[in-house]
Every structure is written in structure tokens, then in C-alpha cells.
């Protein structure tokens, strides 16, 4: 059996898919959070290992949608 090949360039890195959603979302998101996002149950980031590296699909980025926190302050309003 063989495997399928898959294009390197549909991955990224966790820093360069942080700035991705930084800039889709308008605010920081860390490079912790989208670790996070691989390791969920629910709808989880596929991830590829290349070279002790953890890259992270693209197209599955592009389509995670991240709810912002409320702090106190603003339920408060």
C-alpha cells in the first residue's frame, strides 16, 4: 500500500499560522493556541511531522473560526 503525497505547501509552521489568524482575526493569537486547535476533539487541525516540526494544514486554518473572550468588563456593558 502507498501512501498519498501530500504538498508541502498546503502546511505551515504554528509561528507562521499564528500570524495567518492574527491577520484574519484582527487580533493575537499565539502559536500555543493553534497547537491547541490540532489537539482537539472537535474538528481538529490536520498536522504533517516533517524534520521534528509539526505543520499544520492551511486550508483547515482558513476555516477555524475563534470566538473572542469576554472579560468582565465588557459583559458588564
Known sequence: MTKKII??????SASDASQLLSLKLGR?????YIR????RKK????TQV?????LYN?????QV????KS???ESAL
Open 58 to 62: 492551511r486550508e483547515d486554518l482558513e
Open 71 to 73: 472579560t468582565p468588563d
Open 50 to 54: 516533517r524534520s521534528n516540526r509539526l
Open 28 to 32: 493575537p493569537v499565539s502559536s500555543e
Open 36 to 39: 491547541k486547535l490540532a489537539r
Open 65 to 68: 473560526t475563534i470566538k473572542k
Open 7 to 12: 504538498p508541502l505547501e498546503n502546511y505551515v
Open 43 to 46: 474538528q481538529p487541525v490536520r
